[in-house]
């Protein structure tokens, strides 16, 4: 998702550059201005401390800790780098744009994970991206907005479309957990995974066939409820950049767009190379890295914008970026990461947990809930954060499915 638009936010306000300025210091004001686009841009520092642990295999925790800080700073050049680049594009060759480069960390981390075979730790960190944007960052938008504040509004025929988006992926990943939990175990269980596998495939062309039907539903139809005016996003990023607005050309654009991907590749798969040692050294279990820690690398720079926008009273941008990104990953990274399981051979389904589904229902229940009437407060969020909170104290104590397969054999 990108950082400072809702999913797809039309721009027709372009900038252009000054013109007569030599190449060499255009890039160097291009570069300047990218790395003052966004606080989190200090974390930078960790790109290369990252690169060398990975390199020369040093820490494994170390290594992993510095690659999962090098990534936040990244995803909020990309995120920029996107919003510039869509900005040049128009109306709809910009929406497709944010549509498909909005959610692109968390694409380059599941892919690499899933290349590794850490299948669970691909399910886990989709699921954690869901549950960190319903409940994590609507409840800080609910409270700090909310908080000096008696209620706020927002669009509710926007807010409800959304919401019944939500309720479609819901079902998409409770049905293959329900269709294995009413069929009885025993020797034909390899022959009930393959049919899982099956069903999954074809759930996730259905609801990438519905994300594309979205798609033209925020384009096409119903456009002037979804479009926020530019003004918004240019407001809010004065508030946490100390340079003054600029636009990048888009040749900057691309070169940052694709220098970011490379990087993130790099420190994603060193990221990802280290969870097993991790997990060992740590303790800590794949689900809980993938559904707690990770989501955090590819949202930290949603969850600065979210929260601004909401402090500022714009609950329509704020809803817009939390929940657009929630619709993003259940409707188009999740069933895109099973196509791409089928294409590399290796088996990723929709079939979580029963313990997981049953946590990304309530978290789908609880969020529909308080969004539908269009209005929020700060007591809403605090229990949006609680929720959250018990979620992941639940499943930093909830075992891999691997680890009491083991626990229990030696009992």
Same mark, same amino acid.
């Given at each position: ?36 686009? *966004? ?10 401390? /990252? ?30 780098? #996107?919003? %510039? ?30 290349? %590794?075979?850490?299948?669970? $730790? ?6 954690? =991206?869901?549950? *960190? ?27 409800? #479309? ?6 479609? =992926?819901?079902?998409?990943?409770? $049905? ?19 049919? $899982?596998? *099956?069903?999954?495939? /074809? ?16 384009? /096409?139809?119903?456009?002037?409820? @979804? ?5 918004? #996003?240019? %407001? ?12 990048? =050309?888009?040749?900057?654009?691309? &070169? ?63 809803? /817009?970026?939390?929940?657009?990104? &929630?619709?993003?990953?259940?409707? @188009? !990274?999740?069933?895109?990461? !099973? ?24 978290? $789908? ?10 209005? =929020?407060?700060?007591? %809403? ?19 891999? !499915? ?10």
């Amino acid at each position: 998702m990108n950082a400072n638009t809702p999913l797809l936010t039309v721009n027709s306000n372009t900038r252009a550059r000054e013109p007569q300025i030599p190449a060499w210091k255009a890039a160097k004001i291009d570069l300047e201005y990218v790395l003052y686009s *966004s606080p989190l841009n200090i974390l930078l520092v960790f790109v290369p401390l /990252g690169i060398v642990w990975g390199m020369f295999e040093l820490s494994h925790t170390w290594t992993f800790a510095f690659n999962f800080l090098a990534i936040i700073p990244l995803a909020a050049i990309l995120a920029y780098a #996107t919003e %510039e680049l869509a900005d040049k594009a128009g109306s709809t060759v910009g929406g497709l744009l944010n549509a498909t480069f909005g959610n692109a960390v968390e694409l380059i981390v599941s892919i690499i994970a899933l290349r %590794e075979g850490q299948v669970r $730790i691909v399910q886990a960190s989709m699921l954690g =991206s869901l549950l *960190s944007n319903l409940l994590l960052v609507l409840g800080f938008c609910f409270v700090l907005g909310g908080y000096n504040r008696i209620q706020q509004t927002f669009n509710q025929t926007a807010a409800q #479309t959304m919401s019944s988006l939500l309720a479609i =992926s819901s079902a998409s990943l409770l $049905i293959p957990a329900a269709f294995k939990a009413t069929l009885p175990t025993g020797k034909e269980d390899e022959l009930i995974d393959e049919k $899982i596998l *099956s069903l999954s495939r /074809g759930t996730s062309i259905i609801l990438l066939i519905m994300y594309v039907l979205f798609l033209l539903f925020q384009l /096409g139809s119903h456009q002037a409820i @979804f479009e926020q005016q530019i003004e918004e #996003t240019d %407001e809010t990023i004065s508030q946490y950049s100390s340079k003054p607005a600029h636009s990048l =050309s888009i040749r900057s654009s691309i &070169s940052f767009l694709l220098g970011a991907t490379i990087l993130v590749s790099i420190c994603a798969d060193y990221l990802v190379g280290t969870i097993d040692n991790v997990v060992a050294s740590t303790g800590l279990s794949k689900t809980f890295i993938g559904l707690i820690v990770i989501p955090i690398v590819g949202n930290a720079a949603e969850h600065v914008t979210s929260v601004m926008v909401a402090m500022k009273d714009k609950m329509d941008l704020a809803i /817009g970026v939390a929940i657009g990104s &929630s619709l993003q990953i259940s409707l @188009f !990274v999740t069933p895109f990461m !099973v196509l791409v399981g089928w294409w590399i051979n290796v088996p990723m389904t929709l079939n979580f947990s029963t313990f997981e589904t049953a946590t990304l229902f309530i978290a $789908i229940f609880l969020s529909n809930y308080l969004i539908l009437d269009g209005e =929020s407060n700060w007591l %809403e969020g605090c229990m949006s954060l609680a929720m959250y909170l018990l979620i992941a104290m639940a499943f930093y104590y909830y075992p891999d !499915v691997e680890t009491f397969d083991v626990l229990t054999k030696t009992l």
